[in-house]
């Protein structure tokens, strides 16, 4: 509870009497000043105790500032303000569009900005997306991926084969139009079908597209175990493709996942530190949790089962091919730690299976975890949590200065069954257990993870840091408190201890509250 009167955020309404705003422009009050915090600006430099002020949006003036007249007053005593956090790879998109909890779950978590559209996935067209959440209102701002699996599924269908010259043309001039519609890059996600399908060359030609504009390279790695290349080559195509196309690549949601590639990530930061070294803009963000959330066709089916869609899948997993079907499959579940591993996060025509391991369906039904696992998807498929990563290359991975930090969640449709709590939990849990308790990182070092060091990798101009003319994106954060309640048996809790919010100069949050209920903008690219 937040009782504590030492706590406690005041809101202070005052009245202001004065004349015509035009004779005296330099006095108007402020729209908010949030004064007694230590300000952490997000550039990586350490607190400082001064005063914040807001006027139409932006950053008015930082300094000392507790007399100044405002319509609210915030006070933010024994408090961190910072800027708002930036969610680098988020499958908030299709919830965003049709949101009935603007965005809580997100917000809570202090974030105000979220990019849409990652892993290759998302609508191709962006303009359309943009048109929607442009006339609905959003919660937290907004910047959109281009998706490359998308755009080649439109083009070439669930075909495992090369692009013709002509094909490769229009999937270059999708990436044309969505960047022109404000994306601020290209995301990919090879390791999915029909993206897997994609060769490096595809990769670096549509990348070159959005490098035109200024965009950036976000992938969903080839491997990101040992299924095919492997963690450390499928990072070092990120390399190829930043360096080839000349733009910043991130190896998104970097880890090193399954039994057989634990201990790998010192070498893939190794890779991508000696292409720092050289010149090639590489980065990397990370969601802070040892399990990742995927579906039975993500993790387990393998991508020749998956030419030509679903229906060909089924097809498979009924007919002659069932058999090597269930060896790649039984492989994979080794692979991701074995079947008590795996939870169904989500499965909607039998949800009382939601929260159960494939392990205890596997044992209940008398039959393999491979065979339950083609039972799941010939009912439709299943939403997984797969426990698959160690705390060694977490770590490692979170210390680098060049990882961002993202939450892979989703709002909305993603939102139902059993999800991966990091929709809910992401940033406050970093800031909970890898700061506060295990100080794995500092506090200054963490929030730039989530702030500037984001806003200069995509573009994001005047975002990601506290100083005068910057869009008003502040958080207040309670340093002792702020947690994620959120959990993989109960995770629609939304976190705590960022109680004030202020989204483009408006109370998205204060003093826990909910207020201004769509303060978000459509961000596009600026550099
Ligand atoms: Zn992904």
């Not at 009167?5 to 202001?16: D, K, P, T």
Request: aromatic share 6%; proline share 6%; net charge negative.
């Amino acid at each position: 509870m937040f009782l504590s009167s030492r706590f406690l955020i005041v809101g202070l309404l005052f009245v202001v009497i004065e004349g015509p705003a035009h004779t005296q422009p330099e006095t108007a009050p402020y729209d908010i000043v949030i004064t007694g915090g230590r300000v952490l600006d997000g550039s990586g430099g350490p607190a400082i105790e001064t005063d914040i002020a807001v006027r139409d949006g932006r950053i008015a003036a930082i300094g000392r500032l507790a007399d100044a007249r405002a319509q609210t007053v915030i006070r933010a005593d024994n408090r961190l303000v910072t800027p708002g956090f930036i969610d680098v790879h988020s499958h908030a998109g299709e919830g965003l569009a049709a949101d009935l909890n603007h965005g809580q779950p997100v917000l809570a978590q202090g974030i105000t900005t979220v990019v849409v559209n990652p892993d290759g996935g998302g609508p191709v067209d962006v303009a359309a997306q943009r048109a929607t959440y442009e006339k609905n209102g959003i919660g937290p701002n907004a910047a959109f991926f281009v998706p490359h699996g998308s755009i080649r599924e439109q083009v070439l269908g669930m075909q495992d084969r090369a692009p013709t010259a002509a094909e490769l043309q229009q999937m270059v001039n999708l990436v044309r139009a969505g960047m022109k519609a404000g994306a601020v890059g290209l995301s990919s996600g090879p390791y999915y079908a029909p993206g897997s399908y994609a060769k490096t060359d595809e990769l670096v030609a549509m990348s070159k597209a959005a490098a035109e504009s200024g965009g950036v390279y976000s992938s969903h790695i080839r491997d990101e175990s040992d299924y095919t290349i492997g963690l450390v080559a499928a990072v070092d195509e990120v390399i190829t493709v930043a360096e080839q196309a000349k733009l910043p690549g991130i190896v998104t949601h970097m880890k090193a996942l399954g039994v057989g590639t634990w201990g790998k990530a010192a070498t893939a930061i190794q890779h991508i530190e000696a292409a720092r070294g050289r010149g090639v803009h590489v980065y990397a963000d990370q969601y802070p949790y040892e399990a990742s959330g995927t579906s039975i066709e993500g993790a387990l089916v393998p991508r020749w089962a998956q030419v030509f869609g679903d229906e060909a899948m089924i097809r498979r997993a009924k007919g002659d091919e069932r058999g090597k079907l269930l060896e790649d499959m039984k492989t994979n579940i080794a692979r991701r730690g074995g079947a008590e591993s795996l939870l169904i996060a989500r499965f909607q025509p039998d949800p009382t299976l939601e929260g159960k391991s494939l392990d205890e369906l596997a044992k209940a039904a008398g039959k393999s975890a491979e065979e339950v696992a083609i039972d799941l998807l010939v009912r439709g498929g299943a939403g997984l949590v797969s426990f698959n990563m160690t705390e060694n290359d977490i770590e490692l991975i979170m210390k680098q200065p060049w990882t961002m930090t993202s939450s892979d969640g989703g709002l909305g449709p993603m939102d139902v069954g059993r999800p991966h709590p990091r929709a809910y939990g992401a940033f406050p849990r970093k800031l909970r257990l890898y700061v506060r308790e295990r100080m794995v990182v500092e506090w200054a070092f963490a929030i730039k993870s989530m702030t500037s060091l984001p806003a200069t990798v995509f573009g994001l101009k005047d975002r990601g840091v506290l100083r005068p003319g910057a869009w008003a994106d502040i958080v207040v954060i309670d340093p002792d408190k702020v947690a994620d309640l959120a959990t993989y048996a109960e995770p629609h809790q939304l976190s705590v201890g960022i109680d004030t919010i202020v989204v483009n100069g408006r109370l998205a949050r204060l003093d826990g509250k909910f207020i201004t209920p769509l303060p978000g903008k459509v961000v596009t690219l600026e550099r």
